[in-house]
């Protein structure tokens, strides 16, 4: 198995996070984004949208972390991690809609005016970044995971880029619950890290 | 079972139609989003997100469009809708990702601005829309539906924004294979239309 990634992206984080928690080995094969190699014609023959994490499997090619970790959990029967109850696959699927949604374009998207030089209103991604923490900080004052009492890839799908908020000047002090569990998640078993950069309050 | 909903919503209007092409009868409960009503603590209670659409079933309460299409494809046991394979799994996945993503903070952001007055950027948004319809023509030019060679919850997650485009001034008119598509997906028995607004190209 090889995973096309990038070190300083979220969501290839996330694949390799979940990767490692699940026990799984995968080649990490680095894509030279800085030089554009995404772009590369092909690059764009694994995934048409340009875009890190792709994972290969044999002949099998998925792309889209959260698509990634679907793929993984349902090869591998980790239905802890991605449950097959209606109700607690309908409130994971909630949190892989906000990873790719709010969280992308929220957090992610202020830490990618600061480390990347992305042209985005950062009141605008702020803001949202903070919509967002609010609501988790309200959830995670009364519970550890946000689905069914245990880590699901709910968790994960969240944790790269909420951990890193700082770093596109999304503080997260006032938020103690989420810091809590940000560090729930890194306790876990075969957590691997995020590289962190000097960028917005982290600096 | 009730759908909280608001006709002009494209979230809302595409659990009203994966409920309606399940065949699965729910009851309309228009939300007053002019009023402020989503904003509410009562309807904040059912998804703090303050969005709809919102599914009601007995005690459960179900959030996020494409969690409410889990939810009911796992609920009725409609793998024909949402497989159970790991790679076709992720393969929808992978769209329900990007109807949370780059559609919604793409074309659909674009009607936003012109539907509901929402301060976006219309140029960047629109230009997310675009990228996104050339991924999709270039698919689509290739095959009938977006996954597994038959209708899934991945083209009904796609379908209302995209079929909207015009509204908030991104023309179709480009791509003829989205356009056949959008007619496969009006032409499957049990669809709804999402209504029109005057505003855009579509004016």
Redesign the interface.
């Known amino acids: 198995m090889r995973l096309h990634y990038f070190p300083l992206s979220g969501h290839a984080h996330r694949a390799r996070l979940f990767l490692s928690l699940i026990g799984v080995d995968a080649e990490l094969v680095e894509v030279d984004l800085p030089g554009g190699e995404h772009k590369t014609p092909a690059f764009l023959k694994l995934n ?2 340009g875009q890190v994490p792709v994972l290969e499997d044999g002949d ?1 090619v ?7 970790m ?2 993984l959990a ?2 591998f029967g980790k239905t802890d991690w991605l449950p ?4 607690q ?3 994971v ?2 949190w ?7 969280l ?2 929220g957090s992610a998207a202020a830490r990618l005016v600061t480390v990347f030089g992305a042209k ?2 950062p009141d ?1 991604v702020i803001g949202r970044g903070h919509a967002l923490l609010k ?1 988790l900080e ?2 995670l004052a009364r519970q550890d995971w946000l689905v069914a009492g245990r880590p699901t890839i709910a968790d994960v799908a969240l944790y790269s880029y909420t951990a890193r908020a700082p770093e596109g000047n999304v503080d997260l002090e006032p938020y103690p619950a989420v810091r809590q569990w940000l560090a729930r998640v890194e306790a876990l078993p075969g957590f691997v890290s995020f590289a962190r950069t000097p960028a917005g309050l982290a600096a």
């Open positions: 048409p949208f099998v998925v792309s889209d972390s959260n698509g990634i679907v793929y349902k090869k097959d109850d209606a109700l696959a309908a409130q699927q909630r892989l809609s906000v990873a790719a949604g709010e992308a374009y985005r209103d605008e609501i309200d959830l």
